[in-house]
């Protein structure tokens, strides 16, 4: 959005990754609490910035966040465009708090049409002011790389050529993986030399390093951790696998590994069925269906043409809809869109440039 020509700033706490990358990409970043207990003082404190940079869209991304915006409106005032974006599938209760909430924004962004379409059936927010916007994928960085495959995978730890299952996620609950541990010892029958590799860190690791004892697949199951070079180490992989289980808006490691031409396996979750197109472009089963996952899994590995076609095929449908180009284009509609929309609420938004 800089690099369009916006004028970008970061509102967010100290020393998290948001903060750090914003500084280092040459944002400008305003440390920020959104600290629940401290609602009144964070709310003034973002309603004094919003009067002093004067933005014309104020776009929050969580929960804490747009409970501070929501307040800072209410409360004290401020002028500008607010935009309410949701990115996952999680149930909102359409009581009178979260009324509140969405009731302060002018517009709403979901990561999903899933998403979009269910908060507009529970009242809280209406499709006319809404749209669906995936994170996009950077085309350029996440491709098809044959010739790196022997490098990502050396620099995995693996040898051979032995078939890869990949996953890209947070370790917790809802993203399934202890379901796709379950899935390992059938797959282990009809492939024995495959190797799943879970890329991420998080709060089950230890839990789930457990389940790997406990189920005996330790030299068929790797933890690779937290890596930067997720685009890099995808190439290692033949088939990728999201078990999520619930909260998921449009997940972007689905579409980062569609882009690098890999057939995904994947579950009804929230906004997945927009990335993955069962049968096309991938294999969705139910979440929570180990033995599910299990037969699409060995299905494409078993069959190498069918997981080319089916890559091929999630490789153009990213390109086609998710793509970072997209993305930025129908972001800039959106937030021109929550302009007009807060003006005819009443609200006070600076004129017309290409602004904040």
């Known amino acids: 959005m800089r690099d369009r020509g916006h004028d970008v700033w970061v509102v967010t706490p100290a020393g998290g990754q948001l903060a750090n990358r914003a500084s280092a990409s040459g944002l400008r970043?305003?440390?920020?609490?959104?600290?629940?207990?401290?609602?009144?003082?964070?709310?003034?404190?973002?309603?004094?910035?919003?009067r002093r940079v004067r933005p014309h869209v104020l776009n929050t991304h969580s929960s804490a966040d747009s409970w501070t915006a929501a307040m800072?409106?209410?409360?004290?005032?401020?002028?500008?465009?607010?935009?309410?974006?949701?990115?996952?599938?999680?149930?909102?209760?359409?009581?009178?708090?979260?009324?509140?909430?969405?009731?302060?924004?002018?517009?709403?962004?979901?990561?999903?049409?899933?998403?979009?379409?269910?908060l507009a059936d529970s009242g809280l927010f209406p499709l006319d002011r809404s749209v669906s916007l995936p994170t996009?994928?950077?085309?350029?960085?996440?491709?098809?790389?044959?010739?790196?495959?022997?490098?990502?995978?050396?620099d995995l730890g693996l040898v051979g050529d032995a078939a890869v299952i990949g996953v890209v996620a947070y370790l917790r609950e809802d993203k399934g993986h202890e379901v796709l541990l379950r899935a390992m010892p059938g797959i282990l029958?009809?492939?024995?030399?495959?190797?799943?590799?879970?890329?991420?860190?998080?709060?089950?690791?230890?839990?789930?390093?457990g389940r790997v004892r406990d189920l005996a697949i330790q030299h068929s199951v790797q933890f690779a951790g937290l890596r930067e070079d997720v685009a890099s180490i995808l190439s290692a992989f033949d088939v990728f696998c999201q078990p999520s289980l619930r909260n998921e808006g449009v997940p972007q490691s689905v579409l980062q590994a569609g882009a690098c031409g890999l057939p995904v396996v994947s579950t009804r979750v929230g906004g997945i069925p927009e990335a993955?197109?069962?049968?096309?472009?991938?294999?969705?089963?139910?979440?929570?269906?180990?033995?599910?996952?299990?037969?699409?899994?060995?299905?494409?590995?078993?069959?190498?043409?069918?997981?080319?076609?089916?890559?091929?095929?999630?490789?153009?449908?990213?390109?086609?809809?998710?793509?970072?180009?997209?993305?930025?284009?129908?972001?800039?509609?959106?937030?021109?869109?929550?302009?007009?929309?807060a003006r005819a609420r009443g609200r006070d938004v600076p004129g017309e440039g290409n602004g904040t």
């Open 72 to 118: 800072a409106r209410q409360g004290f005032g401020w002028p500008g465009a607010l935009v309410r974006s949701r990115h996952i599938s999680a149930r909102v209760r359409p009581g009178p708090l979260h009324r509140f909430v969405y009731g302060q924004a002018d517009w709403l962004i979901t990561t999903g049409e899933a998403v979009r379409r269910g």
């Open 189 to 209: 029958e009809d492939h024995p030399d495959a190797v799943l590799v879970l890329v991420g860190d998080g709060p089950l690791r230890s839990e789930l390093e």
């Open 276 to 341: 993955v197109l069962d049968g096309e472009t991938g294999i969705l089963v139910m979440p929570g269906d180990a033995e599910g996952i299990g037969r699409a899994v060995s299905a494409l590995l078993a069959d190498r043409e069918l997981g080319h076609r089916l890559g091929v095929a999630a490789r153009a449908h990213v390109a086609q809809s998710f793509s970072l180009d997209r993305m930025l284009d129908l972001t800039e509609e959106a937030f021109a869109d929550a302009v007009r929309s």
């Open 136 to 154: 996009g994928v950077d085309l350029a960085m996440f491709r098809p790389d044959p010739d790196g495959r022997q490098a990502a995978r050396r």
């Open 29 to 50: 970043v305003v440390h920020q609490s959104f600290s629940r207990p401290l609602l009144p003082a964070n709310a003034l404190a973002l309603a004094s910035l919003v």
